[in-house]
Structures are given as structure tokens and as C-alpha cells.
T-cell receptor, first 113, second 111 residues
Framework: EAEVAQSPRYKITEKSQAVAFWCDPI?????LYWYRQILGQGPELLVQ????????DSQLPKDRFSAERLKGVDSTLKIQPAELGDSAMYLC???????????FGQGTRLTVV | GIQVEQSPPDLILQEGANSTLRCNFS?????LQWFHQNPWGQLINLFY???GTKQNGRLSATTVATERYSLLYISSSQTTDSGVYFC?????????????FGEGTQLTVNP
């Protein structure tokens, strides 16, 4: 069964360090999302790609976060420098197109110390 | 933006009991998803249900889009049903399709 792949599953980093997460969507899915989930809350969108183009990054803290999907397939989300408040679960999702069913990966649990 | 409210926030059941989870949303939607977040944090797709009723085993869901709510029914609950249940909806009429999630219902099923 096709799945969204994410790595790493867990990451511990010191504040002010750089950290990167990787996502490989389900094959053929043009739309890719990065969400952040703080403990006890629902996920919130950071960035949405349609193929290699950013469609929505209005909630992405652009001073420290960046995301790319260079060939329209896999994607990388980077944080530099990491802050204590960035500790959260980072979830990647994909869908065939916008407004179709979205499927999520297992997530990367980030702890900033 | 659209507001999504889920109730109840917490629910504790004995194994074998039935339950109903509710999701209210503040604006028109053209689709809605229900997810189960397992203890390891993964969001598992339960239903993609813009309107009407769907069933999958012991679970079923109903969305009444005109009245802006959806219900998730769990029958004969099992301990493996424990976790957080989220509903999520995208906006209508924008170029983006971000899902807006509710705060979730934390379900605990005791043996």
C-alpha cells in the first residue's frame, strides 16, 4: 500500500542549530503539505506545494523556516536556527490534487533542548 | 478563516460501548476528513466524506453539509480505538486547500 514516507522519525537538537526533515509523497500526488502539530492541538499548515510551486506559505515563519520541492516529488523542510518553541510533531501529507483526500506520513517528532 | 469545533474533548468508555463524536464547522465545505491519531502520532484516514453517510466496519460517519456538522459513530468499541480523533476541512473558494483541524476528541477505551 502506498504511503507517505518521512525521516527521521525522531530528532533531538540543541537550540540555535539547524535541522532538516525529509518527505516523499505517494507516487503521483501533485500536492504536498507540511503541517506542525503542537502537543494537545490539531495540526496547522506550514506550507503547501502544487508540484514544485508554493501555493500557500502564509503561516510559515520565513525568518527561520524554509521548504523546497525542487523536482516536484520529494520535499525538505529546514529550520535554522531552531528555537525551544519549535518542539513539535512535523507532519507531511500528500494528495492527488488540492481539495482531494490527503494522506499523512508518520511524522517527525522534534525536541529542541 | 473557517472554524472547526469538536465535541466532546474527552471521552472515556468501557470496551463494547458505543459512542458519537461531533464536528461542527463555521462555513460551507466541499469535503471533510476524519482521522484517528494513534499513540505514535500518525494520522490514519478514517473517512473522506463531503456529504452523506459512509460505513467501514464498526465505524460510520455522516456529514450534513447544509447544517455544517459531521458525526463519527464508533460501535462496540475496543481498546485499540483509543487515541485522538480529528475532523478537518479545507476552505472553499481559495487557491490553497489547507485542512483546518479541530482540537480533537481524546478517546480512552478501558478493558
Amino acid at each position: 500500500e502506498a504511503e507517505v514516507a518521512q525521516s527521521p522519525r525522531y530528532k533531538i537538537t540543541e537550540k540555535s542549530q539547524a535541522v532538516a526533515f525529509w518527505c516523499d509523497p505517494i507516487s503521483g500526488h501533485a500536492t504536498l503539505y507540511w503541517y506542525r502539530q503542537i502537543l494537545g492541538q490539531g495540526p496547522e499548515l506550514l506550507v503547501q506545494f502544487q508540484d514544485e510551486s508554493v501555493v500557500d506559505d502564509s503561516q510559515l515563519p520565513k525568518d527561520r523556516f524554509s521548504a523546497e520541492r525542487l523536482k516536484g516529488v520529494d520535499s525538505t523542510l529546514k529550520i535554522q536556527p531552531a528555537e525551544l518553541g519549535d518542539s513539535a510533531m512535523y507532519l507531511c501529507a500528500s494528495s492527488l490534487a488540492g481539495n482531494t483526500e490527503a494522506f499523512f506520513g508518520q511524522g517527525t517528532r522534534l525536541t529542541v533542548v | 478563516g473557517i472554524q472547526v469545533e469538536q465535541s466532546p474533548p474527552d471521552l472515556i468508555l468501557q470496551e463494547g460501548a458505543n459512542s458519537t463524536l461531533r464536528c461542527n464547522f463555521s462555513d460551507s465545505v466541499n469535503n471533510l476528513q476524519w482521522f484517528h491519531q494513534n499513540p505514535w502520532g500518525q494520522l490514519i484516514n478514517l473517512f473522506y466524506i463531503p456529504s452523506g453517510t459512509k460505513q467501514n466496519g464498526r465505524l460510520s460517519a455522516t456529514t450534513v453539509a447544509t447544517e455544517r456538522y459531521s458525526l463519527l459513530y464508533i460501535s462496540s468499541s475496543q481498546t485499540t480505538d483509543s487515541g485522538v480523533y480529528f475532523c478537518a476541512v479545507p476552505p472553499v473558494g481559495t487557491s490553497g486547500s489547507r485542512l483546518t483541524f479541530g482540537e480533537g476528541t481524546q478517546l480512552t477505551v478501558n478493558p
